[in-house]
């Protein structure tokens, strides 16, 4: 024993992966066959039947969108405005004047061929007791009085309900000879101005066909049948495999679940006689059908038994070919560990162009991605180090400009100030005061958000700094309550947008003097801030693509955009700017902010 041990001891390193290989397939092939043999038809039936229980799933759903695309046509058709009001023209509007009815049918008509959303519908026909029925009748506009002796139109004008399902039959071909078994939907017309009073009846044919093949998806085996039943369980549609099977429905079904089982789904095994089914059984939404799968156990065991030995089959010939593999795989690994060995010492003695490669996504091929990836990594923290202390001296001088600059501003307009006292020059005086204060306002202690009543005064100083300039053509209207006064919101954010106001704006007009109002109000629990002026306005075109740097002027789009963006990105895509044109001359622009914003 110890001579073997040494003796695999001293084999190279692919010949012992060889060796762990072949035994570690041996015995995983042995203990897989034992266990497939046990197991695998455990869960290939489990399979199966998440297998059925998926497609009729997806073929109920598929169903249930069909029905709703037609009762959404016939929703659309009832509340269409044209029809409504072909249906309220009373007798004397079609009083010995033919061409009047025939223009109405044709319309209704046309409304119909629009709205239809599928060649599946076959053909809608539309039952009325108003007046363009009345006299005259058409293939496909009749008298509501023909559905007299129907029991669909019995139930549904007993149980005052909107929609009526049901099979039916219609005349197809050119002469009316053939005929084609079809679904037919009903919906009540209800008077626009009632809302109450039935005033007609629309109806649409959708081919049992359609209907049929949805239940086709559903069966999994050749002798699946599904049905397709109403609540006294007569059969609507049957899919093709009931008819080949010769599988009748069976009305105990239904009788054995209630109500609340059957509209969350039943899906379990059953006996009929002495056959075992696989049986699911769910009712169809918005309608009271209930869609029924038959699948005898038989066939899914028989395919399970297939299924079994095919994968026996497959095992013996993977193991044929897994032997030489295990082989060529040994060698490889070693292979490629030695050249990256080989790699790293390289990279020891500082050599870091070398290049790296890695073959395959086994734990060697990952164990070279990853090396590769921290010597990148190295290489570039080493690249790093010097651009960033380079970097760390210029962003400290510019910190000490962007500290220096304002204040050395606010100073200096602060000794124009008093000298501007010392030789009474009010205009100087008012001036630097309005320009001091608005500078004062920017810096705002360094906070990012400032108060409403903030803003308004940085506004003041900025118009009283444009008034200077324009002699005196601008008009400050302020009309804030005061309970909004110390609402917060993001400094600098009213300013740009009165600057647009003046100068593209009021500047604009032909004496280059208006006024700007400014407003604030508590809506829908939201700040809403507004900016108003008389200027020249804005054209569609522009409003439309305010926010589009690339689409308007250059001024507005960036300050607008920018304040716009700003204000999403600390509150969200609720809130932000909305321009509008005022009845009058002029733009007003609202700024909508939390009321309670970053405190």
């Not at 690339?550 to 932000?576: H, Q, W």
Request: proline share 2%; with cysteine.
């Amino acid at each position: 024993m110890t001579k073997l041990f040494g003796f695999y001891r001293d084999l190279r390193l692919h010949y012992k992966l060889f060796l762990q290989y072949l035994l570690l397939l041996a015995l995983s092939f042995t203990l897989f066959i034992f266990v497939d043999y046990r197991m695998t038809s455990k869960d290939l039936e489990a399979q199966a039947r998440y297998s059925s229980r998926q497609a009729f799933e997806q073929s109920r759903s598929f169903m249930e969108y069909k029905l709703y695309i037609a009762k959404n046509f016939l929703n659309i058709l009832a509340s269409n405005e044209k029809i409504q009001d072909i249906l309220h023209r009373d007798s004397a509007y079609y009083a010995n004047n033919y061409g009047l009815w025939n223009f109405d049918v044709e319309d209704i008509r046309k409304q119909i061929y629009f709205t239809k959303p599928s060649e599946d519908i076959l053909q809608t026909n539309l039952y009325t007791s108003q007046a363009v029925a009345a006299n005259n009748e058409t293939d496909d506009v009749m008298k509501i009085s023909r559905l007299a002796g129907a029991s669909w139109y019995k139930n549904l004008r007993q149980n005052r309900s909107t929609f009526a399902i049901f099979p039916n039959e219609i005349k197809t071909g050119a002469l009316l000879s053939d005929t084609k078994r079809t679904v037919a939907i009903a919906r009540n017309i209800y008077d626009r101005e009632s809302l109450q009073s039935v005033i007609g009846v629309f109806t649409i044919d959708v081919p049992e066909s359609i209907f049929a093949s949805i239940l086709d998806g559903v069966a999994i085996t050749k002798e699946t049948a599904v049905f397709l039943v109403d609540p006294r369980g007569e059969v609507i549609v049957r899919s093709a495999g009931a008819n080949a099977s010769g599988l009748s429905f069976r009305t105990d079904i239904l009788q054995q679940y209630t109500s609340t089982q059957l509209k969350s789904g039943i899906w379990e095994k059953r006996f009929f006689g002495q056959a075992e089914f696989l049986v699911g059984a769910q009712t169809v939404a918005d309608t009271d059908w209930y869609l029924i799968g038959l699948t005898p156990y038989k066939e899914i065991l028989g395919s399970q038994k297939k299924a079994v030995e095919r994968m026996l089959a497959i095992t013996f010939v993977i193991a044929l070919f897994l032997l030489p593999l295990a082989f060529v795989a040994a060698a490889s690994s070693t292979r490629r560990m030695r050249s990256l060995i080989v790699q790293m010492k390289s990279i020891r003695q500082g050599d870091f162009n070398i290049q790296i490669t890695h073959e395959g996504k086994d734990e060697i091929g990952e164990l070279s991605r990853n090396f590769k990836s921290m010597i990148t990594k190295v290489t570039q923290l080493l690249d790093e180090k010097y651009a960033l202390g380079q970097e760390v001296k210029s962003m400290e001088l510019k910190a000490l400009q962007a500290q220096i600059n304002p204040h050395f501003l606010y100073n200096t307009l602060d000794l124009i100030y008093w000298k501007a006292m010392r030789i009474q020059e009010q205009g100087i005086y008012d001036l630097v005061q309005s320009l001091s204060k608005f500078y004062k306002l920017s810096l705002s202690k360094g906070e990012d958000l400032v108060t409403l009543h903030n803003e308004i005064e940085h506004i003041k100083a900025y118009v009283a700094i444009q008034n200077a300039r324009f002699s005196n053509g601008i008009t400050l209207l302020v009309d804030v309550p005061e309970a909004l006064h110390e609402c917060p919101m993001p400094k600098i954010t009213l300013q740009p947008l009165v600057e647009n106001a003046i100068i593209h704006g009021i500047l604009e007009t032909e004496n280059g003097t208006g006024t700007i109002r400014i407003g604030a109000e508590e809506a829908d629990g939201k700040l809403v801030v507004t900016v108003s002026d008389d200027g020249v306005g804005i054209s569609n075109e522009n409003l439309d693509n305010i926010f589009d740097v690339n689409k308007t002027n250059a001024f507005r789009g960036y300050g607008a955009n920018n304040i716009n963006k700003r204000i999403k990105l600390l509150y969200g895509e609720d809130y932000g700017l909305t321009y509008r044109r005022n009845a009058g001359p002029g733009v007003t622009v609202s700024v909508s902010l939390p009321l309670h914003s970053i405190r």
